[in-house]
């Protein structure tokens, strides 16, 4: 128990700043804060010096494309760089499906893209192959088509071509690109080429020399199961157009 006799402990001693020095300290503080802002968007401190590309699996993009969309963007200070815009110049290379930009200090413009994938080689006029993805997008025409992509023939029966007011040659090819697209990866290496002989009769002619008789469109998904069931035997024919009662031959 404290001796009453003990002198009180002395009051703690408070800081107070006069008007005029809280004043001073507004004054360095806004020009610590206007230095800073000067530093970061003005100056050519922290300049866009490097970009910096992910992404690039199929050794058809190269980063310098990628930058080079970029344009002016890759000037000037890398707070400054409109990243939306950024995105959207890259996203505009026919190859990127998805672009994502973001800033990576002190001064490099990152950029990780998802290159488009084929699902599909069609046969142009011109005997070129355009590769198309799996939202029928047309990204890249090359001499030959892709190893491992089916590629799409149209062979129009009497009664397809007939029928082309109702079902015309695009109609049928994205038709063709729905069954490619529906594809394991495991199955569209084995397809060889995607045949439309109307919308209701497509094959697949797999690489080993066996046909798989689709039907049309529909139920994709469904008949690329089935089928992968029914390939552990051994056939020259394969029917999956009515998925729930499949048949094999030969």
Known sequence: MADPADPAPAPATRLRLSRRGIAVLCVLGALVAGLLG??????????????????????????????????????????????????????????VAKAEVWRGW??????????????????????????????????ATEAAAPAGVPVVDLQLGQQANDALDLFDR?????????????????????????????????????????????GSPERTERKARVLAALLGRKAANYDVSAPD??????
């Open 106 to 139: 002190p001064h490099t413009l990152r950029v990780k893209v998802t290159e488009r994938r084929a699902v599909a080689s069609v046969r142009t006029d011109d005997g070129k192959f355009a590769q198309v993805d799996a939202g029928g997008f047309t990204f």
């Open 38 to 95: 000067w530093t970061v968007f003005l100056s050519s401190a922290l300049d866009v010096r490097a970009v910096a590309v992910q992404g690039l699996d199929s050794g058809k993009l190269g980063r310098d494309e990628v930058a080079s969309a970029l344009g002016g963007l890759r000037q000037g200070p890398l707070a400054r760089v409109d990243l939306d815009e950024a995105r959207k110049r890259v996203e505009a290379l026919p190859r």
């Open 170 to 214: 695009p109609a049928l090819v994205r038709a063709a690109i729905t069954v490619a697209a529906g594809l394991p990866a495991e199955l569209a290496g084995k397809a060889g080429a995607v045949q439309v002989h109307s919308y209701d009769d497509i094959r697949l002619q797999l690489a080993g020399g066996a046909t798989v008789r689709w």
């Open 245 to 250: 009662a499949p048949a094999v031959s030969g």
